[in-house]
């Protein structure tokens, strides 16, 4: 930052330097009123309106703005006066607002400018005619132009002296022997254009450095500011969502509700806040850095308008997936962490955005849905969670002593430091069914969210030591084989061995 800093400062005063003109420069007395290919009295081809008012005194050089007669953008015009206040010059620079742009356009107000074949304000076209040979007639709109090449001049004729079938004509094919040489002039503007013809010119690189400071001087310094005021608002945008996400997370401490559910939620609605902030500041920036570079904007917002249309009709199954999104989000359906099923796939849910939903499933695979193409969605975690236990037990046993044994492992389960804080409930429904080997006892066991997997894995490790304790068995199947009445069964003796 420094450093450009310090670049920017050394090529302002170098352009300073190299811009800078006397003010008491003295002008040539013999071409006050000169007229030349790149001269028009103190004013020259390649001066920039800063240069021109270093040479003139202050109350000589007034600046008007006025509007084009055929555009509604204005127009900077500077009116030279002499020191009787008698109008001599009106000058136009190539960019508004800006003097140190080049004078591009001089029109000549009073008589005494001439060439130095004489040819001024007051001459008529054969007088023209003959002092340029190479001068030709030029269609306008609303006016019979006579250009002379060699001077880049333009006369505008008067049309009191000339026929109304001259005056009048259409073709664009006037030619220059068909005007009487008697026709005065009304107007006399010389133009000098600043081509890419002029790229070996001094003035051209004079001009191009020139032009090259002005920006450095007005633009470079917004556009420093910018930056600056992009980087403290996108400071200022994580600040907010992390007070955000402190107070939504203090909040549900004192509310008592489960803190890890909690967090999942402010964790996702945080990120999103903060994704969405950072795209509507970065699209504004860029959009004021292209104006500081001269490029039209308004183009880009109506591509952009019709680009929207095109994807409101071409794009609906995208416009789905963000809408389907956003109620996702707005519903609190599943978290950053949850674990569910979706269209029948299990998995941890790693990410949610407004178009996709990543889920991870037990063997490592992720699998990416479209939000609106989700049609079945089941949450195993949100809020808490509850697990199913079947406990299967010989018929010969009690039911009731079994049931009790159950009781007991699961109380003390719940005052174990490393199980209990997290089981909600335990409730025992007795006897479910009657299997073909087995009574089928059932148990449900309700945790804080995420939790039910470990604590019913430790829940039947202990039933199973608690069951072998008690001399309880845990049935497997029996295939009876049944001959019938007529082959009777098959004797069998067991002999010891003495």
């Not at 007034?62 to 030279?80: C, G, V």
């Not at 808490?384 to 699961?410: C, F, P």
Request: net charge neutral; charged share 25%.
């Amino acid at each position: 930052m420094y450093k450009l800093i310090l670049i920017i400062l050394i090529a302002v005063s170098l352009g300073s330097c190299h811009s800078t003109t006397p003010a008491d420069e003295p002008l040539d007395p013999g071409k006050e009123f000169l007229i030349a290919r790149n001269q028009v009295g103190p004013v020259t081809k390649g001066m920039t309106v800063k240069r021109l008012k270093a040479l003139l005194p202050d109350d000589r050089m007034k600046k008007i703005t006025s509007r084009a007669e055929l555009a509604a953008d204005p127009i900077d015009n500077y009116y030279i006066y002499d020191d009787s206040s008698r109008l001599l010059l009106i000058i136009s620079p190539q960019r508004n607002n800006d003097e140190t742009s080049r004078i591009n356009k001089v029109i000549i107000k009073d008589p005494r400018f001439a060439t130095e074949s004489g040819i001024g304000l007051s001459s008529q076209v054969g007088e023209i005619r003959e002092a340029y040979p190479d001068s030709k007639i030029v269609p306008a709109i609303n006016d019979i132009i006579l250009y002379i090449r060699e001077l880049d001049a333009n006369f505008e004729l008067d049309e009191r002296n000339l026929s109304p079938q001259i005056w009048n004509d259409t073709t664009g094919n006037i030619q220059i022997d068909n005007i009487p040489g008697t026709t005065s002039v009304n107007d006399l503007s010389i133009v000098w254009t600043y081509g890419a013809r002029n790229i070996t010119d001094k003035l051209f690189w004079s001009d191009l450095f020139h032009h090259f400071i002005n920006w450095v001087v007005t633009q470079v310094p917004a556009i420093i500011i910018l930056i600056l005021l992009l980087w403290g608002l996108l400071r200022l945008l994580r600040f907010i969502v992390k007070r955000i996400r402190k107070g939504a997370t203090d909040r549900l401490y004192r509310s008592n509700r489960d803190d890890i559910e909690g967090q999942k939620r402010i964790n996702t609605i945080a990120e999103i806040i903060h994704g969405i902030g950072r795209i509507f500041l970065w699209t504004i920036f860029i959009l004021m850095i292209l104006e500081k570079f001269n490029i039209n904007i308004a183009p880009i917002l109506a591509s952009a308008g019709i680009v929207g249309l095109a994807v409101g009709f071409g794009a609906q199954e995208l416009v789905r997936d963000f809408i389907s999104g956003f109620f996702m989000l707005l519903e609190d359906q599943i978290r950053e962490g949850d674990v569910a099923i979706i269209n029948g796939t299990g998995g941890t849910v790693e990410k949610i955005e407004l178009r996709t939903t990543t889920l991870r499933d037990a063997s490592g695979v992720v699998h990416i849905f479209q939000n609106g193409k989700i049609n079945t969605l089941s949450n195993m975690t949100k809020e808490w969670s509850a697990m199913i236990v079947d406990i299967r037990t010989a018929y010969k046993e009690d039911t009731d002593h079994v049931n009790d044994v159950l009781q007991q492992v699961g109380n003390d389960m719940k005052k174990d430091p490393d199980f209990g804080p997290n089981i909600i409930g335990i409730e025992y429904l007795g006897v479910d069914q009657f299997a073909d080997s087995a009574v089928i006892l059932k148990v449900k066991i309700s945790t804080k969210a995420s939790q039910q997997w470990s604590i019913s894995r430790e829940y039947r490790r202990r039933v199973k030591k608690a069951f072998d304790s008690n001399g309880i068995e845990i049935p497997f199947p029996h295939v009876s084989i049944y001959t019938g009445t007529v082959t009777k069964p098959m004797p069998l003796e067991i002999e010891s061995k003495g």
